[in-house]
């Protein structure tokens, strides 16, 4: 299987004693809500997302394992990877199921693709994007253009 932008794979066994505990952090939460303030939280404390380290570090973008990408500490990492990363706590933590969380795709500067998460809550879909946090994306936004858009 060959893992990119556009492909959802089903979620492998966990077995990284680090990614557990922050399942089990996620698991400890109040609403679902705080289950996707945590997680984004721990992926975007731990990875980071660089603009042109996209295309630098393209051959990074292959790796299908979440075990794997959880041993890289404060590297970069492309969107789908941190995408992934926070649906695997979502979902590992009990607080979401698959049909729950969907992806979303825009162009950022109208021309580098880019994946993001739609999220169901309660009160309609959210908007995830951690890779696009440090360049000032909050909740419910995601990059699009050249600035952030909204669901809803």
């Known amino acids: 299987m060959t893992f990119n932008i556009f492909t959802r794979y089903p979620i492998p066994e966990i077995t990284d004693s680090e990614l557990l505990k922050a399942i089990a952090k996620v698991r400890s939460s109040e609403s679902k809500e705080t289950a996707i303030k945590k ?17 630098v570090y393209f051959w990074k973008a292959f790796d299908e394992d979440p075990n794997h990408l959880w041993c890289r500490n404060n590297d970069f990492m492309h969107c789908h990877h941190q995408n992934f990363l ?67």
């Open 39 to 55: 997680s984004l939280k721990i992926v975007e404390n731990k990875f980071r997302g660089y603009r042109f380290m996209t295309y």
């Open 86 to 152: 926070v649906r695997v706590l979502l979902i590992k933590s009990s607080w979401f199921k698959e049909k729950d969380i969907s992806y979303g795709y825009s162009l950022v500067g109208y021309v580098s693709p880019h994946q993001w998460l739609k999220i169901n809550l309660k009160n309609g879909k959210i908007a995830v994007d951690p890779w696009n946090h440090r360049y000032g994306a909050k909740w419910n936004q995601y990059a699009g253009g050249f600035g952030f858009k909204t669901l809803g």
